[in-house]
């Protein structure tokens, strides 16, 4: 017999062989059994996440000698047919082929005729968001007024593309991407069938570098099975991708929280020199990053994560080295090295260093912060800290300072950014006692039944604070330096989540805004922490590089080992 293609090969034949789909095959089904076919579906999914192996599947199950049925005979010759893709009842167009325009013509003209076993016409359009006008013109008509014996099922990797007169007349299914677990479990049983022995770590390589769509899992397996015979393991598997393997990214990550340069360094020279894909282990590690988040944040939520049992062993130890924070520090770092990566010189160097400054990235809390600065304070010679909010202000990201040349040592950046606050209103005495109550319980009351509600956002509003209470609406305020908290706060769950405790809280209707601090609102310290402002007030409209100068700026920064990236007057 032939050679086959695995992919081919082991392509669904029955709705139960379909692979992480189940809402799909679950809701295809129940068409069958209740007889409700509609003229015309369409499968959205990323590549290779089986949408043309469901179009044929379900042709197949219309169109078999006892279908319609859930559960295609596979011997008639309508099956065997379709299996092969001979059959004259079922029609398959690639949208992105040159001759799709002839090819729709031919089915406009073709349409209504019956058809010669089965019971219906039915025609796969692939990629069908490729078709030209002219096709998709000539489509339509078909479709406005199809025959009864005439079925259309459309797949996409691109929905929006799709003109939407199309869209309104299908029913839509949107496929996942497949989780891990579930193309590890497949790649498993292939193996096992085909005699191929291959470890987990090997199956996991081949999982994360499909990225969920199995039929690219399936033929990398192929692909191996080509390369090293019988005997596939995660070196293989590595060389293949371009990728890392799990250890080295679980190695990397733990040195990032456990603030260990030295190791990162070494690691990235050797990856870098085993000619590994740079940009993807950025990705890699965001993921992991995020995954981490996720399972700090949000425990109940770990069993849905979509990692294997050696990975939550490691997600259990560096949770232990993390807070959320930190993660979502680590995880902008990264991002914004992902961002640059296409424009990057040498993207070794920007891997480098991206790393570095996660490493050194720490947190540090406000209770903390005050604690350092009363130690500080005794050792510059015992006085009151001048209470500026230049220097309250110390980013602790740990960075060499600005040589004196550059352009960052000059003028704080411009405020141009940050949005305006609503100024209050003049008759505030009742709604302000209600703002000192707000503010009074905000981390324990607000933050925390937050948390209950949606964690993440309740994580988010920990950088805020209420700024203005009225009758009918509560300002909440941003730190600017948190501007991607205000961002996230904006998904509509989360402020829904905020929404819902602040009409708890106050006991009226109220709208929530969220926005960004001006200098001076997120310069305030909150009131438990305020030193005395008294003592020698600063002069205004210092440069970043006068301020460096300062003795009590320069003892802070060393002390912490800091760098001033704001200056608010
Ligand atoms: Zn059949």
Not at 107 to 125: E, M, S
Not at 314 to 329: F, G, I, T, V, Y
């Amino acid at each position: 017999m032939a050679y086959e293609v695995l992919a081919r090969k082991w392509r669904p034949q029955q709705f139960a062989d379909v692979v992480g789909q189940n809402h799909v095959t679950q809701t295809l089904q129940n068409a069958i059994t209740a007889n409700r076919i509609a003229h015309a579906y369409l499968f959205v999914g990323p590549r290779g996440t089986g949408k043309t192996s469901l179009a044929r599947l379900f042709a197949k199950a219309l169109n078999c000698k006892t279908g319609p049925t859930i559960t295609p005979c596979d011997v008639c010759d309508s099956c065997r047919e379709i299996t092969s893709g001979t059959s004259l009842d079922v029609q398959e167009i690639d949208g992105a082929s040159n001759n799709s325009v002839e090819q729709v013509r031919e089915l406009r003209d073709n349409v209504k005729f019956a058809p010669t076993h089965g019971k219906y016409k039915i025609y796969i359009i692939d990629e069908v968001h490729m078709l030209s006008t002219a096709a998709f013109n000539a489509l339509l008509k078909t479709l406005e007024e199809p025959p009864a014996h005439v079925k259309f099922f459309f797949a996409t990797t691109e929905a929006h593309k799709v003109l939407p007169t199309i869209v309104s007349r299908c029913q839509r299914f949107d496929l996942r991407r497949i989780p891990v677990a579930l193309i590890i479990e497949r790649l498993n049983l292939i193996a096992n069938e085909e005699k191929v022995s291959l470890d987990s770590d090997a199956a996991l390589a081949i999982a994360r570098g499909a990225e969920g769509g199995l039929r690219d899992a399936e033929s990398a397996l192929d692909q191996l099975i080509a390369f090293r015979g019988e005997t596939i393991t995660e070196t293989d598997v590595l060389a293949v991708f371009g990728l890392v393997s799990r250890q080295t990214l679980e190695l990397l990550a733990t040195a990032i929280l456990k603030g260990d340069v030295g190791e990162i360094v070494r690691t990235i020279a050797e990856l870098d020199a085993g000619g590994k894909d740079m940009q993807r282990l950025v990705l890699e590690l965001l993921d992991h990053f995020r995954t981490l988040l996720v399972y700090l944040c949000v425990p109940e939520a770990a069993p849905t994560l979509d990692v294997i049992a050696p990975q939550v062993e490691s997600l259990k130890q560096q949770a232990q080295l993390a807070d959320p924070d930190r993660l979502m520090r680590i995880a902008e770092v990264l991002s914004q090295a992902e961002d640059r990566m296409r424009y990057s010189l040498s993207r070794r160097t920007l891997v480098e260093t991206s790393l570095i400054r996660c490493a050194r990235a720490t947190t540090v809390s406000v209770d903390d912060l005050m604690k350092r600065l009363e130690v500080l304070s005794q050792s510059v010679g015992g006085g009151e800290i001048v209470s500026s909010p230049a220097i309250a202000r110390v980013d602790s990201v740990r960075e060499t300072p600005p040589p004196a040349y550059a352009p960052r040592a000059q003028a704080p950046a411009p405020r141009a950014t940050v949005s305006p606050v609503p100024k209050p209103s003049p008759v505030l005495a009742p709604a302000k006692s209600e703002l000192d109550a707000l503010t009074a319980q905000w981390r324990d009351q607000i933050v925390e039944r937050v948390k209950r509600e949606v964690a993440l956002a309740g994580v988010a509003l920990l950088d805020a604070k209420p700024l203005l209470v009225e009758q009918n609406r509560v300002v909440i305020g941003f730190d600017p330096q948190f501007a991607r908290k205000l961002e996230q706060i904006k998904i509509p769950t989360y402020h829904a989540a905020v929404h819902k405790i602040m009409v708890q809280f106050l006991k009226r209707p109220v709208n929530v805004e969220c926005v960004l601090m001006t200098g001076e609102e997120s310069a305030d310290v909150p009131a438990d922490h305020t030193v005395d402002k008294g003592a020698g007030s600063a002069p205004h409209s210092k440069t970043r590089q006068e301020w460096h100068q300062e003795p009590v700026v320069r003892k802070t920064l060393e002390f912490f080992n800091g760098s001033i990236v704001d200056i608010r007057e």
